[in-house]
């Protein structure tokens, strides 16, 4: 495990205890927060030591070390924590689950991942800190440090007993990064789970301390098939000859842009396109080659790209416009689109705003200032979507900092602890709902 210098724990320690109005909190409130700035030590070096655990995606045997050892800081926090095992045939590792069963407050599912976007054959970037108020690592904020930012917090609310009695279920899933296909299978249990709970909570990084999510967009892709009549190049545009695919995909693509691109929410990226008088198309391996000559009239073309939305209508409503646009062949071409769901949206709803009230009650009683919003455009698709229209929910309730899925990822020790703080005080509240307030 990578040492924290324990001169740089101390110099922690001033930039954590700065911010609370005592009168706005209840004696409870404020032993939680003492708690957490208490064991700030303990809490960097687990964030330190699962950060040096390599746990991309499709290293299996590292997810599930990190598992491992999130699951024992669960079960000291009362939780009864699983595995679930998925099919060899999704090639991922699983997720952890852990547990804690009651009737008291409102019914929590918190959401979380495992795995990485950096794999063992990437360059390994171990926990390191930088200055007093910045350590970088691998998946340190994204998310190994939301994970922590949860588990400690429920290890507070255990401490003064706080949980007892409380309904709360920690769902860690182990492929957040590139979800095991088909969804339905790697997802199943985790759905079937957060049913039963009333709130989601998720721990995806923090934009700041002043901004959550009330709201994602949804991803999902489409393929677009255009033929054509094929000849010599010398009868391009004629009416024997038509237009050619590379043509048709021009003018689809065009008028995708023109019609749709100026949506709120909505956009549209072709990823990959291929086409010539040859082409060999691998959708699974999403590639292939192509041939072409400057005198013949190109057959084929074929196009891949994805489709992010904030709502069901406004996907439904692009699929349509962009279906009527690929009907409107050029002479000589056909065309055809088909779309595949990923990843739902989770729509902006009243229940979600009334969390969004709840947390920034608690940052305005921490002193912290006003919480907001933020703008759903500005966060791809994540877990809690696939479940964000069975319970209301809120996002981004993690640690913050910078460069998320890249080399020199950082996370911000200054508000880390802010960021727990702010956790343990939501949860507290969400199941302790007739504490009485200050």
Known sequence: MH???????????????????????????????????????????????????????????????????????????????????LPDSLNRAGHLVATRKGKKGKRVFIIGHLDTVFEPDMPFSPFTLLNDSTATGQGVNDMKGGDVVAIVALQALQFYGLLDDADITVYFTGDEEKAGHPTNVSRADFINRAQTAEVALGFESAVGLHTIATA???????????????????????????????????????????????????????????????????????????????????????????????????????????????????????????????????????????????????????????TRAGDPGSRGAGDISYVARYLDGIDGLGASGRGAHAPGETINLHEFPLLIKRAALLLYRLTNPNTPKK
């Not at 911010?19 to 957490?36: D, G, M, R, W």
């Not at 997810?63 to 800081?73: I, N, S, T």
């Open 3 to 85: 040492k924290i210098p324990s001169l740089v724990l101390a110099l922690l320690f001033p930039l954590i205890i700065f911010s609370q109005t005592p009168s706005e909190l209840t004696v409870t409130e404020k032993k939680l927060l003492a708690y957490i700035d208490q064991h700030l030590p303990e809490t960097l070096r687990l964030l330190s030591e699962s950060v040096n655990i390599n746990s991309g995606t499709f290293n299996k045997p590292g997810v599930k070390k990190v598992g491992d050892l999130f699951a024992q800081e669960l079960q000291k926090a009362g939780f009864t924590t699983e595995w679930v095992s």
């Open 216 to 370: 994602r967009r949804g991803s999902s892709s489409w393929i677009l098939r255009v033929k054509a009549k094929t000849g010599h190049s010398s009868g391009i545009f004629s009416s024997g000859s038509g237009y050619g695919a590379i043509y048709e995909s021009a003018r689809i693509l065009n008028s995708f842009r023109e019609s749709l691109s100026n949506e709120k929410y909505l956009t549209f990226n072709p990823g990959l396109i291929l086409g010539g008088s040859d082409i060999q198309f691998n959708d699974t391996l999403s590639g292939g080659k192509a041939i072409g000559k400057t005198n013949i009239i190109s057959p084929e073309v074929v196009v891949t790209g994805d489709l992010r939305f904030l709502t069901e209508a406004q996907k439904s409503a692009a699929r349509e416009k962009m279906r009527r646009i690929v009907s409107r062949n050029l002479n000589g071409t056909e065309a055809h689109i088909d779309f595949q769901d990923g990843i739902p949206s989770m729509e902006p709803t009243n229940g979600n705003q009334q969390l969004l009230a709840l947390v920034n009650q608690v940052s305005q009683d921490m002193g912290i200032g006003i």
